[in-house]
């Protein structure tokens, strides 16, 4: 089960009135048809990859997809939706998006499909206890909310921490509601460094064409976000009297991208493989924006999204891990244990 923002998107902003899509070349470039699939990456999304480890037949569909019937109920669906955040009036500049409130509601309804196929309500429930559930947000709270240029009414009503603290008392409402749904194995994935993102470094950074100079403030405040996250899952972990809630800090993952990026593969960690303007970090993604061929080599494949390269490297830290950046436990002891209830 999928929720949040465009970095686990599958496709479902497609089929709402909103302007943002990825529903034109060169996104899906790496993807097998080499098509736009509805993902804002070059091939496959943090979703797509998890879903593998997982060994499913493919990876859930997005929930407004037609295709999502029958069979393909049994490998779960995709909710989230690109833009979104913890906060409902975050991403209203982008139209007609699915905020987290109608993301739970199709969860409700997808149990009720999920039911009609295996036979009644009882099984329907087992195989909600069994799912993995995956969650990514507070990116666009803070990079297109907080954060969002020229002015934001947020900054001018509170300072980053209380802003912080209210998305952070928000999230926990929403994680625990995913667990009166039948939620038992919850991978809940933090903003990464987003003062690090070609888009940020677009409005803020001086001059070079490497992250060597990632904005100071909007650093932080994904730092402090981090932070807060996993201490939020440690208490709702404690409340529940098990390790329902793993918290992954994307903040960690990053900062070993950015200053070790010879370690990974990459080459370029400051400029987005496709956009346009300094760092490709202005405007979206589209057909007539500057194109790397070397895309492995990108950390960033458009001005707020990782590449395929870079999600499988985050993955691989998320599977393995130790504590410092995924707590209490990585995925692979989260998958082991026995959550049938």
């Known amino acids: ?83 979104v955040g913890i906060s409902n009036d975050t991403g209203i500049q982008l139209g007609n998006i699915i905020r987290m409130p109608e993301q739970i509601a199709s969860l409700e309804r997808y149990r009720t499909q999920l039911a009609a196929v295996v036979g009644g309500k009882e099984e329907a429930r087992k195989l909600v206890n069994r799912a993995l559930f995956f969650i990514s947000l507070g990116t666009w709270d803070l990079v297109g909310n907080y954060f969002s240029p020229p002015f934001s009414a947020r900054a001018g009503q509170s300072t980053v921490a209380d802003f912080i603290d209210y998305l952070i008392s928000e999230y926990a409402i929403i994680l625990r509601r995913l667990v009166e749904l039948g939620a038992r194995r919850v991978l809940v994935l933090g903003p990464g460094q987003l003062g690090c993102l070609p888009v940020e ?45 793993v918290a992954a800090n994307r903040y960690m993952m990053a900062y070993n991208f950015i200053n070790n990026p010879d370690a990974y593969g990459f080459t370029e960690t400051g400029v987005a493989c496709c956009g346009q303007g300094p760092y490709n970090g202005v405007g979206q993604c589209t057909p007539a924006s500057n194109l790397c061929s070397n895309r492995d080599e990108y950390v960033y494949w458009d001005p707020y999204h990782p590449t395929e390269r870079s ?25 082991a244990a026995n959550t049938e209830t």
Request: with cysteine; net charge negative; proline share 7%.
């Open 201 to 245: 470094l677009a409005i803020r950074g001086r001059g070079s064409n490497r992250a060597t100079d990632c904005g100071s403030e909007i650093q932080t405040a994904s730092l402090l976000f981090n932070s807060q996250l996993t201490q939020i899952t440690q208490q709702l972990n404690r409340e529940l009297g098990s390790d329902v809630y």
């Open 1 to 83: 089960m999928v929720f949040g923002d465009s970095l686990v998107d599958s496709g479902n902003n497609n089929y709402v009135d909103t302007t943002l899509k990825a529903d034109l070349p060169p996104y899906g470039i790496d993807s097998p048809t080499g098509r736009p699939t509805g993902r804002f990456c070059n091939g496959r999304n943090f979703a797509d990859l998890i879903s593998e480890v997982l060994k499913l037949p493919e990876s859930p569909s997005p929930f407004l997809s037609p295709q999502l019937s029958g069979e393909r109920l049994l490998y779960g669906a995709n909710f989230a939706s690109g833009g």
């Open 311 to 335: 999600a499988e490297a985050i993955l691989e830290v998320i599977l393995t891990g130790p504590p410092d950046v995924i707590s209490p436990i990585n995925l692979n002891t989260m998958m």
